[in-house]
């Protein structure tokens, strides 16, 4: 069975930084892209990162650019997202997903919240 | 990477079909067939239900379609069920290696 299990949300500050984290099991993660939305509250799905299964390539929205690493440990099983200059409007559950072979998002997490505030 | 527009809500009553559109322009949805629809209950996550335009995942029932034509995907929804009551959102690929969402759309039965 495929799992996805976020960690890591937290209350910080503005400036501030924190580091999620996707533990991923019931598929062999390194022949997958993984992916990164988010969800702010009462709010749609924005697409954030997504990572290529050797981490070779990284893509991300431009609203987090520069700000946020998407990064994974396929020895671990793990997927990472690494916010930094952390912003209120970046308040949201963070849902990990595995895409399928067709880009689509097949499998998501339970999400984890974050939320930026003083 | 402007979000794809879907209506805000649609409606419709047990057994009847609706059909809730997307539009993008030719940078994504017009430009792939990689057009996928993700249903999401409250406190939920989200669930794939449409992948690469018309293409049903294992499970989904076949009273969910999908479409395209041009800048705008669609779907369909026939045989209205109370489960069905739920958001939905449409995504895209695009021609920056991302990926965009539509702004959802909430569906009463």
């Known amino acids: 069975e495929v799992q996805l299990v976020e960690s890591g949300g937290d209350l910080v500050q503005p400036g501030g930084s924190l580091r999620l984290s996707c533990a991923a099991s019931g598929f062999t993660f390194n022949y997958y892209w993984m992916t990164w939305v988010r969800q702010a509250p009462g709010k749609g799905l924005e697409w954030v990162a997504n990572?290529?299964?050797?981490?070779?390539?990284?893509y991300y929205v431009d609203s987090v650019r520069g700000r946020f690493t998407i990064s994974r440990d396929n020895a671990e099983n793990s997927l990472y997202l690494q916010m930094n200059s952390l912003r209120a409007e970046d308040t949201a559950v963070y849902y990990c997903a595995r895409d399928g072979v067709t880009a689509a998002s097949d499998y998501w997490g339970q999400g984890t919240l974050v939320t930026v505030s003083s | 990477q402007s979000a794809l527009t879907q209506p805000a809500s649609v409606s419709g009553s047990p057994g009847q079909s609706i059909t809730i559109s997307c539009t993008g322009t030719?940078?994504?949805?017009?430009?792939?067939?990689?057009v996928s629809w993700y249903q999401q209950h409250p406190g939920k996550a989200p669930k794939l239900m449409i992948y690469e335009v018309t293409n049903r995942p294992s499970g989904v029932p076949d009273r969910f379609s999908g479409s395209k034509s041009g800048n705008t995907a669609s779907l369909t929804i026939s045989g209205l069920q109370a489960e069905d009551e739920a958001d939905y959102y449409c995504s895209s690929q695009t021609t920056t290696n991302t990926q965009v969402f539509g702004g959802g759309t909430k569906l009463t039965v």
């Open positions: 030719s940078s994504d949805v017009g430009g792939y067939n990689r």
């Open positions: 990572i290529k299964p050797d981490g070779s390539a990284k």
